[in-house]
């Protein structure tokens, strides 16, 4: 029955076989490795913290399957500012009572032991801090959570920890506490809103440990913490992302960008976050060097490394291809896993909705797809906006990507290998329907400083990009398009 439905699906494109995007959606959809590949990055290579042995592992191994491909690849160097790679956090809770809770430090949380009382804050907003008064001072705050499920639980929990992080400096606390937002004791690790500069511990507590601290403390009972992270610390050192490409018939000089990152957290494996992508972007490279596609315009596969820190490999391409960015047509990543693609986000740039569209025509039995035209801040799209760069991030159903954010749950298992393959002829068909479209089809051009800032307020996008420390370097100049 699975296989009768599997031919019912790809049928509209065997029947089509003579285009180049059909030839593309046809063989996405067949036997391919993409499912093997993911496999191997996940389980051989692992968790692949940006600076770490697994991320250099990672890297030679993309390379590897790119060229095996037979495709043009290289190393693309970048320096990324610090070096971070976390070994242990332990901490205790002691007072009224003694235990030792589930914890993992967020990024760039500073080393060493870190001593204080445990007050609770309520969620960390401002009359939480009120309520708390003084004792706040030199002491450690315990914020509490809501439960994430979702894409949407994601950016308030970044929000909801950006308005805590200020306040607890506000008030001189010596560190933060944020309980788990996910159940059964599963921790993840997430930035901070100053990434690569932070200078107060802060932790993530398993769900549970956090809410037995907080009925403690609800009872009147004092309660001391004491928590001891180590990690392998060092300055500035040499990353790599990975870019392959299929050089243009027509047009190379002008270039679509299909990126995912490589690089991941290292409690769980990467998988929907973004070892599926990634091994996505390999597949579709594949198939269209096997088929023989050449398009007009080149196409070009970044895996970007550095991601999780602040997008510093795509940072990089920006600035050493700051003369091209005209000719860059459109970078699109794809980051939030392998639940269903529902269409794209268009980020601010309204001309690409009917463009994007059009291109998905080809596949529209796999899906009924909506183009959302608001700004994503937080994956490798971001400096292709900041230069005015058309671009497109993928929007995905939910499946089970916030549940599993940065956490130790997500692994292999967690992917859904049908859809990865359905999301593959997706995303090879909006590149092949890109990378042809005629001159007077593309209605749309690199922006100026002055109409990049303007969609920035339209959107009133200066909270978020503070939530991910990036507002400050676009104001100053140090990012972006001058
Ligand atoms: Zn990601």
Request: proline share 4%; charged share 20%; with cysteine.
């Amino acid at each position: 029955m699975i296989r009768i439905l599997f031919l019912l699906l790809i049928l509209p494109f065997l029947t089509l076989a003579q285009s180049p995007t059909s030839q593309l959606i046809g063989a996405l959809l067949g036997e391919t490795p993409v499912e093997e590949n993911l496999q191997e990055l996940c389980d051989q290579v692992g968790g692949r913290v940006t600076g770490s042995k697994a991320n250099e592992k990672a890297v030679d191994w993309a390379l590897k399957k790119f060229q095996d491909a037979g495709l043009k690849a290289w190393k693309d160097p970048f320096e990324m500012p610090v070096l971070w790679l976390p070994e242990s956090t332990q901490a205790t809770v002691s007072g009224a009572v003694n235990f030792t809770p589930n914890i993992v430090a967020k990024y760039y949380s500073p080393v060493g032991t870190h001593k204080g009382k445990l007050i609770a804050v309520g969620k960390g907003d401002a009359a939480g801090f009120e309520s708390a008064g003084e004792a706040v001072k030199g002491n450690f705050v315990l914020v509490e959570n809501d439960l994430c499920l979702d894409i949407n639980g994601l950016f308030a929990e970044y929000a909801a920890a950006t308005q805590a992080e200020m306040l607890a400096r506000k008030h001189g606390a010596k560190g933060i506490v944020f309980m788990s937002s996910r159940p059964k004791a599963l921790l993840y690790r997430f930035i901070t809103s100053q990434p690569t500069t932070n200078d107060l511990p802060q932790l993530v507590m398993s769900r549970e440990d956090a809410a037995r601290c907080m009925r403690i403390l609800q009872g009147g009972d004092e309660l001391e913490f004491s928590v001891t992270t180590k990690a392998q610390t060092g300055g500035a050192f040499t990353s790599h992302n990975v870019i392959a490409e299929i050089t243009g018939s027509e047009k190379p000089e002008e270039v679509i960008v299909l990126g995912a990152h490589i690089d991941s957290w290292a409690l769980g494996t990467g998988a929907n976050d973004n070892g599926c992508n990634v091994s996505m972007m390999i597949d579709i490279a594949r198939q269209m060097k096997k088929l023989g596609i050449q398009p007009k315009r080149t196409i070009r596969f970044a895996l970007w490394n550095g991601e999780e820190q602040g997008y510093f490999g795509s940072w990089d391409y920006t600035k050493d291809h700051i003369d091209e960015m005209d000719k860059h047509i459109m970078a699109l990543s794809i980051d939030i896993g392998s639940g269903a693609l529902t269409g794209f986000f268009t980020n601010g740039r309204a001309e690409l909705v009917p463009v994007v569209d059009e291109v998905l025509k080809p596949v529209a039995a796999l899906g009924d797809f909506t183009q959302i035209n608001a700004p994503i801040v937080g994956t490798d799209n971001f400096d292709f906006m900041l230069q005015g760069v058309g671009n497109l991030v993928g929007n995905h159903l939910p499946q089970v990507y916030g549940i599993n954010y940065h956490a130790t749950s997500d692994t292999y298992d967690k992917v859904d290998l049908k859809q990865l393959k359905r999301n593959s002829a997706i995303v090879g068909a909006l590149a092949m329907g890109f990378a042809n479209l005629t001159d007077d089809q593309i209605t749309w051009k690199q922006q100026s400083r002055e109409e990049i800032q303007k969609m920035f307020e339209a959107f009133d996008l200066e909270f978020t990009m503070r939530m991910f420390g990036v507002w400050e370097p676009w104001i100053s100049g140090d990012r972006g398009r001058k």
